[in-house]
Structures are given as C-alpha cells and as structure tokens.
C-alpha cells in the first residue's frame, strides 16, 4: 500500500525503510528551531551535562515573542540566549531585528522539502507548506534534541483535505482554515497529520498555503502539509543553495479520513470568543462593535496579507474609536511593505505600526486590552485572557475583514471590489 | 509510582493559556510559576492544591502553546498526576519529559467529582475513587514512557542512561 508524506519523509529521517501509523521512530531532525524559550532549552541543556551539542549547525534560534525587551526579566533572558550562542558557535541566530520565527525559517532557507523539523512553538507545522515534516516540542525535548540530535515520534495517521471550486471574492486561505477547523473541532487532528489538495491550492500562493498550515495547529495537528510542486522548490531554490529531496505523497497513500471543502460554498468566517473551533459565517457576527484591530503574527503578517488589508482602506480612516495595529512578520516583509507604500498608507489611515515579532498575539508584549473590550484579529488564537484581560474578546478573521472592521468600528465583512 | 490526592476537576479543551497566561513566560523559577498556575481558570487553585492532589479533566487537556511551563507549574504547585478524557500531543509530551504523571482515561469524568479523594496507579492504569468507592481503568502508557517518567523525566532519563553507556 502506499504511504503519505508523514510516513515516507519520518522513515527517511530515521534511517528506516518504511513506516506506518502508530510506529514508534527515533527521527534525526535537520532543523531544530526555538525563540525566546532557548533560554529554557539552554538551562535543560546545562542540566544533561554533556556540554556539547549535537550539531549546533543544525540549531536555528529567533527572537520574536518579546521584541525588543519590554521588562528587565526578558533582558535578562534575551542576554543568557546570546551568551549560550556565542559559547557555542550557533551561527543561525536572529537577534529583534529579524522577525517572527515562522516568518524567517522560510526566508533564510531553513524549510527544504522532505526534511523534518522540531521547534518550540505550536505553530511550527507552518513549514508543511514547503513539504517539510515539522512540528511542535517543549523545550526540554528540545534540550535532548540539541544534546543527542534526536527524538522519538509516533508516526500519524493522516487526514486527506481536497478543496474544490474556487475562492469567492473577499475569502481567503485563513477562511478556508477557520472553516475546516469549525468542522474538525479542535482536536479533530490531535496526533495526526494532515494533507491538504485541490486546484485551489495549486493556484495558492506560497504566503496562502501557509495560512493553512500554520493554523492546522488550531485542529491539533501533529503536522500539515502541502505536496510541493513547482512553486515550491522555486521559492525553496530562491533561498537556500542546500540540496533537497522533493517527497510527495503515492497516489495509492491510506488516509484515515477525508474532508471535502466546496470553496464555491465559502464565505468570509470568524472564530468567536474563547475557541478557535468556534467558527461562524461572519455575516452573523456584522455590527459587533470592536475597540481594536490587528493584523500580524506567523498566521497572517505577511505581505500579500499588509496588501489585502490597505486595498480595503480605500483612502478612509480607521475608525476613530478603534485602535489598529500592524504588524509585518519580518523585517523583509515591512521592508517590502515600506517600498509599496503600505506602510504609510496604514499610517495615514490612523494606524499604529509595529515592529515585527509575535506583539500582542499572546498577550506577552504591547497592544493589549482591557475588561470589556474587544479585538478583530488576523491571528491565530482567541483563547480566555488571550490578548489581556480574561474579560476581554479576541475574534478571528481574515486580513481583508479586519481592516474592513477598523474602518467600520464593528466586524465588517469585507468589500469585495 | 502509586499516587493519592483529592480532585480538582475540570471540563474540555482546557489550554495552555490558561493554565499558564502567555503575560507570564518570562518567569522561570518552578515556585513562582507554581503561584500562578491555572490563574486564569480557576483563581483558588493556587491557593487550595495539596502536594500529591489529582487534576480530573475531560478531553485534549493542555491543547494550545508549546509552553511547558503549563506542566511545570502544575507540577511545581503539587499535582501529582494529571487524569483527562483525552491530551493535546505537545503538553502529553512536556507532561511526561518533565516527569509529570498522565494518565488517559475515558471513564474518568463519570467516576470523579471536585473534592473526592483518588488512589491512582500509572503502571497498571487503576483509578479507585476513596470517596465513593467507584473504579476505572486508564490505558497504561508505553514501557518506555513509564521508565520516562520513573526517572523523574527526560533531563534525569538521559543522564541516567548516559551514564551506563
């Protein structure tokens, strides 16, 4: 029988002929990424006593969560990760002027199809977008993975999405997710892995199928994947000169469950307050007032998302009782944002622009709310006490909806022309 | 590895945020994270859990953020075993890479109530409830995961292993 891209590219990495669900491998990763919590990674690392790293090569660290410092404890705690960096010549370190890690993995050539890679951050299956295995660990596994090069993972099951028809004007890659979460729930892909096909994602663009990835997460993916094509390896080869092995899933691959999504059917969506899987068409949520509006994070900061948002401001105002927020994932995208002018068409709009790095998505640093209050976000979490207060709301949407919102004062959908 | 405590019990989809708030990563001593564990769940938790007490939960307990500051403080503040419906993939592995005791069982909602007393053992999967004298069955993890755990998690696991190498 045939196998899915989880069991041919884990046995690869394990050095094993094949692999089918429930195996349990010990699987080598060629990447192994954290951010801030490298700080957590380093104090576990110390703890083990070996001293020496596997392969420090092959250990990516970014700050992104808590950029610049906003107290003296993450000073503190960005200063130990740059000691421990130095001490042992990590040459792949992204000081505050990088961007989010989901962001610069991609653009510095750290996601190479058929490859695994383990980072401390639940949104690591981002880097399915690009065929690589890639999934979430805690910091102390990945105190192992630095010290011994290796991890033991289950091998998934995988759940087949096809997406057919064709995206409606004003829904995105993010309504599509938001859907396909509502209709898994948010466990519905707890250990497992998910492939995602269609015409529709052919024509995706890269930033788009990232979307989808990205906030498979939210359905409980081990990891997400979408089968490389020629778009893939072009932006792959565009970035790094490393060589790469290109593995598709076989046509004849067992899935355990298969998921429909007619996008001719397909509406603006919204995840309501406190779950992601909460999903509603957004129409039924138009009116909602809303004190504040962002759009950032690995989900949607990038810069075809800056794009679809300014296209919605159409020379108006935010609205005066709202607060917006933008934050491009990286350096690069704000750059190439300045360029193009939306930069400053968001700032003419009213708008506070901020530096790239997670911001108030987790409700770790600036931008967050008070009791009573309520956001529409392009990010990737709603949870209770999310963004601030426990008494405050986060909706989810697309980046065109959230500009829409900010301009109207309440969730808006977007205009569609 | 036969642990005894009273019930805290609580419903589905419990997450990472709010059993450790995203506003306090930074902090990283087990006994002030043990202070804030499930702050914005449950105010009294902090203040009322005993060494060795029991967490009863429904399904994908611990689902969200990566953090393992979500099991570290439940362990720091004295949980000693974490009993749900079903986990979330990543805070089943920091559970256990921490030496945090979980245990999988479906049944568990049915038989246990906030307050009741448990004796539970992970090797063999026995859940007794002291106060009202009902029993369940939890799976029994792997082999190698009950060693995980026995060594106290991943850190002394490994040293402990490299040593005998």
Same mark, same amino acid.
């Given at each position: 029988?045939?196998?899915?891209?989880?069991?041919?590219?884990?046995? #690869?990495?394990?050095?094993?002929?094949?692999?089918?669900?429930?195996?349990?491998?010990?699987?080598?990763?060629?990447? /192994?990424?954290?951010?801030?919590?490298?700080?957590?990674?380093?104090?576990?690392?110390?703890?083990?006593?070996?001293?020496?790293?596997?392969?420090?090569?092959?250990?990516?660290?970014?700050?992104?969560?808590?950029?610049?410092?906003?107290?003296?404890?993450?000073?503190?705690?960005?200063?130990?990760?740059?000691?421990?960096?130095? #001490?042992?010549?990590?040459?792949?370190?992204?000081?505050?002027?990088?961007?989010? %890690?989901?962001?610069?993995?991609?653009?510095?050539?750290?996601?190479?199809?058929?490859?695994? =890679?383990?980072?401390?951050?639940?949104?690591?299956?981002?880097?399915? /977008?690009?065929?690589?295995?890639?999934?979430?660990?805690?910091?102390?596994?990945?105190?192992?993975?630095?010290?011994?090069?290796?991890?033991?993972?289950?091998?998934?099951?995988?759940? #087949?999405?096809?997406?057919?028809?064709?995206?409606?004007?004003?829904?995105?890659?993010?309504?599509?997710?938001?859907?396909?979460?509502?209709?898994? !729930?948010?466990?519905?892909?707890?250990?497992?892995?998910?492939?995602?096909?269609?015409?529709?994602?052919?024509?995706?663009?890269?930033?788009?199928?990232?979307?989808?990835?990205?906030?498979?997460?939210?359905?409980?993916?081990?990891?997400?994947?979408?089968?490389?094509?020629?778009?893939?390896?072009?932006?792959?080869?565009?970035?790094?000169?490393?060589?790469?092995?290109?593995?598709?899933?076989?046509?004849?691959?067992?899935? %355990?469950?298969?998921?429909?999504?007619?996008?001719?059917?397909?509406?603006?969506?919204?995840?309501?307050?406190?779950?992601?899987?909460?999903?509603?068409?957004?129409?039924?949520? @138009?009116?909602?007032?809303?004190?504040?509006?962002?759009?950032?994070?690995?989900?949607?900061?990038?810069?075809?998302?800056?794009?679809?948002?300014?296209?919605?401001?159409?020379?108006?105002?935010?609205?005066?009782?709202?607060?917006?927020?933008?934050?491009? @994932?990286?350096?690069?995208?704000? !750059?190439?944002?300045?360029?193009?002018? =939306?930069?400053?068409?968001?700032?003419?709009?009213?708008?506070?622009?901020?530096?790239?790095?997670?911001?108030? %998505?987790?409700? /770790?640093?600036?931008? =967050?709310?008070?009791?009573?209050? !309520? %956001?529409?976000?392009?990010?990737?979490?709603?949870?209770?006490? !999310?963004?601030?207060?426990?008494?405050?709301?986060?909706?989810?949407?697309?980046?065109?909806?959230?500009? @829409?919102?900010?301009?109207?004062?309440?969730?808006?959908?977007?205009?569609?022309? | 590895?036969?642990?005894?405590?009273?019930?805290?019990?609580?419903?589905?989809?419990?997450?990472?945020?709010?059993?450790?708030?995203?506003?306090?990563?930074?902090?990283?001593?087990?006994?002030?994270?043990?202070?804030?564990?499930?702050?914005?769940?449950?105010?009294?938790?902090?203040?009322?859990?005993?060494?060795?007490?029991?967490?009863?939960?429904?399904?994908?307990?611990?689902?969200?953020?990566?953090?393992?500051?979500?099991?570290?403080?439940?362990?720091?503040?004295?949980?000693?075993?974490?009993?749900?419906?079903?986990?979330?993939?990543?805070?089943?592995?920091?559970?256990?890479?921490?030496?945090?005791?979980?245990?999988?069982?479906?049944?568990?909602?049915?038989?246990?109530?906030?307050?009741?007393?448990?004796?539970?053992?992970?090797?063999?999967?026995?859940?007794?409830?002291?106060?009202?004298?009902?029993?369940?069955?939890?799976?029994?993890?792997?082999?190698?995961?009950?060693?995980?755990?026995?060594?106290?998690?991943?850190?002394?696991?490994?040293? $402990? $292993?490299?040593? $005998?190498?």
């Amino acid at each position: 029988m045939g196998k899915t891209m989880a069991e041919k590219i884990l046995a #690869k990495a394990a050095g094993v002929k094949e692999a089918s669900p429930g195996d349990l491998l010990d699987v080598y990763p060629h990447v /192994a990424m954290s951010h801030e919590n490298a700080g957590l990674v380093s104090k576990s690392f110390k703890e083990i006593g070996t001293g020496k790293l596997y392969d420090p090569d092959r250990i990516v660290i970014i700050f992104d969560h808590r950029v610049p410092a906003e107290t003296e404890k993450t000073a503190e705690g960005h200063k130990t990760v740059r000691e421990f960096v130095k #001490k042992h010549g990590i040459k792949n370190f992204f000081d505050i002027n990088t961007g989010i %890690c989901h962001q610069v993995l991609p653009e510095q050539g750290f996601c190479r199809p058929g490859e695994v =890679l383990v980072g401390t951050d639940s949104h690591t299956t981002t880097h399915g /977008a690009f065929g690589v295995f890639s999934t979430g660990i805690g910091a102390t596994e990945m105190a192992a993975v630095w010290a011994t090069g290796k991890l033991w993972l289950m091998v998934p099951e995988t759940i #087949k999405v096809v997406v057919k028809g064709k995206f409606k004007p004003g829904v995105y890659s993010k309504d599509l997710i938001l859907h396909l979460i509502g209709k898994l !729930r948010a466990d519905g892909a707890d250990y497992k892995s998910i492939e995602f096909f269609g015409q529709a994602i052919d024509e995706m663009t890269i930033a788009s199928r990232m979307v989808l990835t990205n906030l498979s997460m939210e359905a409980g993916a081990k990891s997400a994947m979408i089968p490389p094509d020629q778009k893939t390896v072009d932006y792959v080869k565009s970035v790094t000169n490393k060589p790469f092995e290109v593995i598709k899933p076989d046509p004849d691959a067992h899935y %355990c469950q298969t998921v429909e999504i007619d996008l001719d059917q397909l509406t603006p969506q919204i995840a309501c307050p406190h779950a992601v899987d909460n999903v509603k068409p957004l129409s039924e949520l @138009a009116g909602t007032v809303i004190n504040q509006a962002l759009i950032g994070s690995c989900t949607n900061g990038r810069l075809e998302d800056l794009e679809e948002g300014a296209r919605q401001l159409k020379g108006r105002k935010v609205h005066p009782e709202v607060r917006m927020l933008v934050i491009p @994932a990286s350096w690069k995208v704000y !750059r190439q944002a300045l360029d193009k002018g =939306l930069i400053a068409a968001y700032i003419d709009a009213g708008a506070v622009v901020l530096n790239p790095g997670c911001g108030p %998505c987790l409700g /770790a640093h600036q931008g =967050l709310m008070a009791p009573g209050e !309520r %956001c529409i976000s392009s990010t990737n979490r709603n949870f209770q006490g !999310r963004m601030g207060s426990t008494q405050s709301e986060v909706y989810l949407a697309s980046p065109a909806a959230v500009v @829409a919102s900010a301009v109207a004062g309440m969730i808006t959908l977007p205009e569609v022309k | 590895m036969k642990f005894s405590g009273t019930v805290f019990k609580y419903g589905n989809d419990i997450n990472t945020d709010v059993i450790f708030p995203g506003r306090y990563l930074k902090v990283w001593e087990p006994a002030e994270m043990a202070k804030l564990a499930m702050e914005d769940l449950d105010k009294e938790f902090a203040k009322k859990v005993r060494k060795g007490d029991i967490i009863v939960a429904g399904k994908y307990f611990g689902c969200g953020s990566s953090r393992e500051q979500a099991a570290t403080c439940l362990k720091a503040a004295g949980v000693s075993v974490v009993i749900a419906e079903s986990f979330a993939r990543i805070f089943y592995r920091n559970a256990i890479n921490l030496g945090l005791a979980i245990m999988v069982c479906p049944e568990i909602g049915s038989i246990a109530e906030a307050g009741d007393r448990l004796e539970v053992e992970p090797t063999t999967g026995e859940v007794k409830n002291l106060t009202n004298g009902k029993t369940a069955k939890a799976k029994v993890l792997p082999p190698f995961i009950l060693e995980i755990l026995g060594d106290g998690g991943l850190i002394p696991h490994l040293k $402990k $292993k490299m040593a $005998k190498a």
